[in-house]
């Protein structure tokens, strides 16, 4: 299993909300804001560093800038809603993709997975995970040198051999019946964004001391050590807690 937080954005758009309140942004305020987080954040990305990560050599006025906003948005969360974050993932096993999915309110919905009806999955194939905790009945059979049919009659009806099982003859070819046969256990892609306030409450319910299954706990606690990294550990795992919401 792989876990990417590809981009963080709208950093400045948080550091400016700070300022409305009490009516103290111009433009000029603004201006000088964007162009300085600009200058601060990652704007080349190599598959490692994710857009708009902050880099090591802030400034002193985006360090404080940064202190107030976490200071603050941790009690006036709205703020820190204003920080998207970005997230692909590779391989987390599909009962537990839809743990993750379980949260998609809280992303917009703005979640997007491989489709067990559109996409193909092989005899045998599992999440890194599962991968060697448990043997599909047919790589069981292969081992055990018992060779299964490619076709069975049963109550009237011939049936040829599927991954995981049997598929009646004429709809081997059907994506809404192949998919019946499929495990929780295979591997699942998935892409979503969310906010860094509802990434907080995701955390709080799927981190390492939670009662998630192993594997999604595993992808979770890769998510929050890059956002905190992402952020010049501003947005680090005290923060998620203390954000209630």
């Given at each position: 299993?792989?876990?990417?937080?590809?981009?963080?954005?709208?950093?400045?758009?948080?550091?400016i909300?700070?300022?409305?309140?009490k009516?103290?942004?111009?433009?000029?305020?603004?201006?000088?804001?964007?162009?300085?987080?600009l200058?601060?954040?990652?704007?080349n990305?190599?598959?490692?560093?994710?857009?708009?990560?902050?880099?090591?050599?802030?400034?002193?006025?985006?360090?404080?800038?940064?202190?107030?906003?976490?200071?603050?948005?941790?009690?006036?969360?709205?703020?820190?809603?204003?920080?998207?974050?970005?997230?692909?993932?590779?391989?987390?096993?599909?009962?537990?993709?839809d743990?993750?999915?379980?949260?998609?309110?809280?992303?917009?919905?703005?979640?997007?997975?491989?489709?067990t009806?559109?996409?193909?999955?092989?005899?045998?194939?599992?999440?890194?995970?599962?991968?060697?905790?448990?043997?599909p009945?047919?790589?069981?059979?292969a081992?055990?040198?018992?060779t299964?049919?490619?076709?069975?009659?049963?109550?009237?009806?011939?049936?040829?051999?599927?991954?995981n099982?049997?598929?009646?003859?004429?709809?081997?070819?059907?994506?809404?019946?192949?998919?019946?046969?499929?495990?929780?256990?295979?591997?699942?892609?998935?892409?979503?964004?969310?906010?860094?306030?509802?990434?907080?409450?995701?955390y709080?319910?799927?981190?390492i001391?939670?009662?998630?299954?192993p594997?999604?706990?595993?992808?979770?606690?890769s998510?929050?050590?890059?956002?905190?990294?992402?952020?010049?550990?501003?947005?680090?795992r005290?923060?998620?807690?203390?954000?209630?919401?």
């Open positions: 299993m792989e876990v990417f937080l590809n981009r963080v954005d709208g950093i400045d758009d948080s550091i909300s700070m300022f409305l309140s009516r103290t942004l111009t433009r000029e305020l603004e201006m000088d804001i964007r162009n300085e987080t200058k601060c954040s990652n704007m990305y190599d598959g490692v560093t994710p857009l708009g990560a902050l880099q090591d050599n802030l400034s002193e006025k985006m360090e404080d800038w940064l202190a107030k906003l976490f200071k603050w948005g941790v009690k006036h969360y709205t703020m820190l809603r204003f920080i998207d974050l970005s997230f692909t993932v590779y391989g987390l096993h599909r009962a537990g993709q743990d993750i999915d379980a949260h998609a309110m809280r992303m917009n919905n703005r979640i997007i997975r491989s489709s009806r559109l996409a193909d999955f092989s005899r045998g194939e599992t999440s890194e995970y599962y991968a060697d905790k448990i043997i009945t047919d790589v069981a059979l081992a055990l040198g018992i299964t049919p490619d076709e069975i009659e049963y109550n009237g009806k011939t049936y040829v051999r599927a991954v099982g049997y598929v009646q003859k004429g709809m081997e070819n059907n994506k809404d019946v192949k998919r019946g046969l499929y495990m929780l256990s295979i591997p699942s892609n998935f892409i979503f964004r969310i906010q860094l306030t509802e990434f907080a409450h995701v709080k319910e799927r981190n001391n939670g009662g998630a299954n594997e999604v706990k595993t992808s979770v606690e998510m929050a050590t890059q956002v905190d990294n992402a952020t010049h550990g501003f947005a680090n005290d923060l998620m807690f203390a954000i209630k919401n």
